[in-house]
């Protein structure tokens, strides 16, 4: 933070709104330290085996819960006595009659959850271990 500093600035919008009356300068030895921290961190731990195998799990899963949600609720071609949603969601998805209102609803709330969420749901939807009725119990 005491690396930046706020200067007036002006262009063709610098009137007509405050957003553009001022400039974020950043000091260039931060900007610097900056880029080698992002170097050392995408190094050490983005680029990692570890990293990328959570990556293509996490994708899998994701995959997994929008293919039973898209039979149910977007083409409608599932049980429709299987209830996967919160009911206002649920609710708002049979009253829409778009496919593509439909699509964008059930995207929302999958990319709603939260990682610990989507894993939840994975786990009540394909988990026949002993712990995947735990939450429930």
Not at 35 to 51: E, G, H, M, S
Not at 106 to 127: E, I, K, M, S, Y
Request: aromatic residues 8%; proline residues 2%.
């Amino acid at each position: 933070i005491r690396a930046c500093s706020l200067q007036p600035r002006t262009n063709f919008l610098s009137s007509a709104t405050r957003r553009y009356q001022l400039e974020l300068v950043i000091d260039e030895g931060m900007k610097r330290k900056a880029r080698l921290n992002k170097r050392i961190a995408k190094a050490l731990v983005f680029d990692t085996p570890q990293l990328h195998q959570l990556d293509f799990k996490a994708d899998g899963v994701l995959k997994r819960i929008f293919e039973v949600l898209e039979e149910r609720y977007i083409q409608r071609s599932g049980q429709r006595s299987w209830h996967f949603l919160p009911e206002a969601v649920e609710r708002t998805l049979e009253s829409e009659e778009d496919v593509n209102i439909r699509a964008r609803l059930v995207c929302d709330w999958l990319a709603n959850l939260t990682d610990r969420g989507a894993w939840r749901v994975h786990q009540r939807l394909f988990d026949v271990g002993s712990d995947a009725m735990g939450g429930f119990l």
